[in-house]
């Protein structure tokens, strides 16, 4: 009768039975009788104006039911303002709605939007709107704007300065041993969630029903009633299964408000799908990015200076850039640093966040350059690390909430057989390949929700529990943390638990954004479930017919719903005992997790170490990924089995970013050239490696009641590094530009 | 998508007859290109005719050793047949290098002659393609042009062909039969894609209402120890970037025949004659491999951003022939 | 006509019935809809679609049978695999109207019941998926996948999923599962050819 042992277990998946026998049901298949179909016309053009919409071909069509324009769709009743979701508050992914007037920023920006009886209708007339426009020239690579480039004052929905400095990076860079100065170029990416975003619009009376895909239900709940003008109160937004996101549903898009406002029009459900080619330009991504980064270092490798400068295009409307310095200041000890973004305005759509935004980006340009270091100096490349271990948070001084780091370097170096690496390049060879190792450290902040996290917590008469919070779950396994949280605090097996989550009508939690969801909804549970046990062990106790009678609150221990005294095992009762004599159904509580204040005097990230394999084909220009071993200190986990799939995951996008993954502007007309999933190249099972994963878990008691450090982006940080340190092991030449491609590896061998 | 109207027929001189005789027609078989093409508008039927159930699907020995593959034979099947695997495991490379599974098991080898480019600009009715369109140019020339063809283009066209294995049939000398309202015909396998030259739009020598009925795949004792090597940015469910099919017969370390088709580089499957040429009574060595290959480079035409496969390309035959020597007992990889 | 154990639910219960059974196999439909009857897991529907209509969005949005999912509907990520005969088929470049007479099978068919497959249970076991909107395709293929035979090592079963996109990237998961069905004898028990 253990009562430590449901956090951490290897839980199978809550929703694992619904996923496996296909009747989990995702927001675009949730269809209530009459659904009608929208379907959106993206613009051709990159800039310029609508001159004319010819509807009246589209219109003719049978089934068609509307299409609406910058001339029928109704005016927003606020301008979107761009607010990352962990804020709580409503979260646009831009500050543009569509269709509001005639201009046109970017190409696939929607003009036009038609409904129809059935999808095929729509989609058909959807194709035969004609669009006429005033062309004019586009912006959309860094090779067109980078004359155009200026410092934003804040960038990444204004929580990240345009410019950070500590102490005196030309002093430092007069003290180094060393200088080096390395450009980078990264390719813009998309997420492609292999669900595309959806939204199915239900009104009744003024009450809205939104069936959404996103990380965050109340976030679509407040963006959508700002922009109709409605209270929140008003909207009910659903979100059991979301197919994937990644980031691109983090934010708050236009689909939702515009199947709402169809749904209004055609006084009918609405459904509305991107197609895949829209999802290229309907929800944000990673943007085109050059870095500049100049390192000083002493002839033992510490390093003196660091000095980062960071190009991207935004969009016409929002200063977006990833904070890919962020990861670069506060990853060594280095006394003096200066980090500055740049941006441009160009054709796109705002970028957004997308996994590990700016620590994925970042880490790829510091740990390339450290394995350049230390290949310079002669030094191992893990030793070089450990002599500029940041002992304390360099950006503050502060010391860590915990870290763990050295322990993954040992553990991952331990599991891969770093120690028998021959740091010679060129050094092995199989066959046709060259083969080579290369590592890099891991870093992702911990970030706290701003607003209190509520969940509410139940046990019923027949024994079993159910817990409930707003988050959705995308594939995190949130909901499965938040059975065995709850078990946990309740004293019962996390089977006996149920789980009610994706919906604004359960207690709010905040969108499961910058990996803090597994924090934000722990806690909540936690919180709900303790105060619920402690409830029911407080009745116990008061009760005069109870075993417990009259015992100290704090002598009762829980396990398998059964209440004992901690010193007497035998003497105790069941939760259900209790219920039942006092004719009670069930009992629930609502718990309220405050997080703590945005500073707490404490460094708060999660660390990590990255090892590859690879093999490179000279001849053939072929990189492939042999294996992957890395180790993690994400605080305390709360499920093994999901907790690892997390990591491999993001490990394995590492790889696509390292290797595959691009999304290419066409030049002449500023549109993305690939926008499929034929030609946007994804990681096949092929390209897969097995990964090694571990966790080594450490004491955090700042971040959270559970010490919780989140597990789903650091995975992929310092991939991308680790494999082009590998490749150059391989090969003995240096990749600065991701991905690297065929042409670049024959450029080079 | 447009609608159109769908008709089932069962046997041949029906779904001819159906085609033949409405120029708004179109045959449906394993629907991977077709269907595509309705959904992105190239393609406009008024009708298809579903000609799956056709009785021209077997895989029949012919009497000199050779093959017969019939036109509705999917992918898989000719793949997998054993008679395949043994006597041209070229082809069955070919065949499983291609699309994925599923896409193999729908396919069939006459809809994958037929296929059509995967050009961006060909798939998108607002670009100017002169393929799709004659006379509307050609948006790829200076466009993202990474993929698109080195040999074969002309002003008007660079598209690359897509098919993998009529990169091996046309190392094969397949020959290609035709049954049309006019009756039936054979083509020669290198006669079947024409170069685009003027007339990019012109992709095959097939007449409406004409059908591919079946591959005919010529004895080749050598083909039994040929290879299709293909070369890709992602290690399966790619187009190539380059490929290379590669029979070789070899007679005392002397390469007495060569047969080489090359992929993902041409405009059509692209039959290595120069290359063939070079390598005819030259020792099975490298150093003879890699002036074959430069030989059948030596005219190729890089776009902005493809000039990485006139090297890969090279690389990749080159490759292909150690493959297959090596297994002659030749040099190999040495 | 049909094999007896076949069930017949009507969908669309307003269509008359005289199209029932007396259209020619050979007979010219659409372009407007036409009923046409679709036999999904054992069970014979009846379905009102337009030509065009693919097997995947007839399933979907005539039929409200939602497991399998669309992806890209361009036959480039897999997660629309259903089964046609039998074998393993991307459900987005089929047309519907094709599929009459042909056994369709989809992820809600491989359970018996209320037992899951011994590749659902295994995926189950092995966490070999996370977000799940792969999933259908992904058993689709896995089952498929153990009667073409190709499981021999993690190499081949590795490029014989690989017509089968997990954004997620719960490829090596989805190996160790398909490994579990392999190296017991259950495997076999149903699947695709």
Redesign the interface.
Known sequence: MSTGSQIGRAV??V????????????SA?R?PPGTVHAVLVGA?VANGRVTDIDTSEAMAVDGVLAVLTHRELPRIATRPAVVPSLAGTSAHGQSLFPMQDDRVYYAGQPVAMVVAD???RA??AA?LVGVTYAVEAAITTIEQGRDEAFEPERIFGGIVPGRTERGDVAAGLREADVVMERVFHLAANH??????SAATAVWEDSRLTLYDTTQGPTATRLSVAELLGIPPSDIRVVSE??????GSKAMIWSHPTLAAMAAQYVRAPVTL?L??EQMFTGSGHREEQEHTLTLGAREDGTLTALRHRKLSPTSCFDEWAEPSISPVSQLYACPNFEGVYNVFRANTMTPTFMRAPGEGSGAFVLETALDELAYELGVDPIELRLRNHADTDPETGDPWSSKGLRECYERGAELFGWGLRDPIPRSRRD??WLVGTGMASAIYPVYTPMSPQRARARVYADGRAVIETGASD????VGTIMAQVAAQALGMETEAVAVHYGDTELPNTVAAVGSAGAGAVSSAVHTAATALRERLVGQAVADPESPLRGADPAGVAVAEGRMFLREAPETGETYSDLLRRHMMFDADALGEWEPPAQDTGYGMATFGAQFAEVGVDP????V?VRRLTGVFAPGRVLNR??A???L??GM??GM?QA??EAT?M????GRW??A????Y???????????EAEMIEVEDRVVNPLGVKGIGEVGQVGVAAAIANAVFHATGQRFHDLPI???SV??KL | ???FAYKRVSDVATAIAEVGGDPGSEFLAGGTTEVDMLRI?VARPRRVVDINDLPIAAIEDLSDGGLRLGGLARMSDVAAHPAVRERYPVVSEALEKGASAQLRNMATLGGNLMQKV?C?YFRDV?QACNKREPGSGC?AM???N?THAVLGTSEHCIATHPSDVAVALTALDAIVHIQGPEGARTVAFDDFFPLPGNTPDREHPIAHGELITAIEVPANPAARTSHYLK?R??????FA?ASAAVVLRVERGIIAEARIGLGGVATKPWRARQAEAALTGAPALRAAFEDAAAAELADAVPQGMNS?KI??AQ??L??ALETVASAHGGEG?A | MRPRAHQTGTVAPSIPEQARGVRPRDAEIGPEATDIELTVNGTTHRVRV?P??SLL?AL??RL??????????????G?CTVWVDGRRVVSCLTLAVACEGREIT???G??DGDR?HPM?RA???N?A????????GQ?MSAVALMAEGHTCD??E???W???????????????SAIRQVRDTAEGTRKGGR
């Open positions: 199978d998946r929703d694992a039975h619904a996923k496996v026998t296909g009747t989990a049901r995702y298949e269809r051709q059935t999808l095929e989609e058909h194709e997420h492609n969630p292999i669900e595309t299964f979301v197919g994937g996101s990644f799908s197609s895949r066959g046709n995308f594939g995190t396994g001849d053939l220009g072929l492939r089995k999901t690892r799939s997390q491999m995951g394995l996008w696509g290797l595959l290419h066409e030049p002449q007309q050239a690939n499929s999933l034929a030609e190249l994804l990681p096949v099972n092929a390209d897969a490696p097995d990964v491609t065929v042409e024959l450029a | 998508m447009r609608s508008r995967r961006s607002d948006a200076n466009g993202f990474r070369v940015d992602r290690e399966s469910y790619e970037l990485f090297t890969l690389r990749t080159v490759r990889n | 337009e065009r209509v969005d979907r949005e409200d049978i939602t497991g399998t999912k669309k992806g890209c509907n361009q036959g480039a990520c997660a989809t992820v809600e491989l359970a899951l659902q995926f189950v076991d966490d998926f996370q977000c799940g909107y792969c999933t259908p058993l993690d190499a079963i590795a490029e999923m690989s017509g089968n996109i997990c954004r997620c990237a719960a490829y090596p998961n989805i190996r």
